[in-house]
T-cell receptor, first 108, second 116 residues
């Protein structure tokens, strides 16, 4: 079967670093996406990994290990506006499967 | 990345009626996708809309309940038919576009549907 697991909720402090993990089991793999979704809004693209390793984009980094079926999203220098849900999504063929999302709460 | 205009942004509908949601993309895309997102949950794919052929529905979703049109490469509609309160959800259209990194998805702003 196809499955994507992420923690349901996480809490972190403003200015800190947080790592959101994602493990997946899918029938195919063409790439892994991370999306950010604020409450009541549509998801917005954060990152894309197709090869193993770390992709860095400013305060956000994403890591992929295809052999382990594992990814993480690293958020540095957390800001209050980073409070949102973070969705891990895996694409195989023409379909993309979304994880249930991790709700991140950033506190002062 | 591409821009998708989705409307209506929200609606409150009576049970038994139907609502058609429209999505317009600012560039031609081969495939468009319709998702449902229930409160506090992630996105569930309803169907993939291909231009020139019938939509492909996921398990648990049928054409009679969610008819889809795809008349050209920039436009699609999803109708939620014979609505019941269980259909209350956010509906999102999406397209994969070469304009996005990793040929990723761009989403419309969503339609928040409440059925009373």
């Amino acid at each position: 079967g196809q499955n994507i697991d992420q923690p349901t909720e996480m809490t972190a402090t403003e200015g800190a670093i947080v790592q959101i993990n994602c493990t997946y089991q899918t029938s195919g793999f063409n790439g892994l996406f991370w999306y950010q979704q604020h409450a009541g809004e549509a998801p917005t693209f954060l990152s894309y990994n197709v090869l193993d390793g770390l992709e860095e984009k400013g305060r956000f980094s994403s890591f992929l290990s295809r052999s382990k079926g594992y990814s993480y999203l690293l958020l540095k220098e957390l800001q209050m506006k980073d409070s949102a849900s973070y969705l891990c999504a895996v694409t195989g063929g023409f379909k993309t499967i979304f994880g249930a999302g991790t709700r991140l709460f950033v506190k002062a | 990345s591409a821009v998708i205009s989705q409307k209506p942004s929200r609606d409150i509908c009576q049970r038994g009626t139907s609502l058609t949601i429209q999505c317009q993309v600012d560039s031609q895309v081969t495939m468009m996708f319709w998702y449902r997102q229930q409160p506090g949950q992630s996105l569930t794919l309803i169907a993939t809309a291909n231009q020139g052929s019938e939509a492909t529905y996921e398990s648990g979703f049928v054409i009679d309940k969610f008819p889809i049109s795809r008349p050209n490469l920039t436009f699609s509609t999803l109708t939620v038919s014979n609505m019941s309160p269980e259909d209350s959800s956010i509906y999102l259209c999406s397209a994969r576009t070469e304009k996005a990194e990793g040929y990723g998805y761009t989403f419309g702003s969503g339609t928040r549907l409440t059925v009373v």
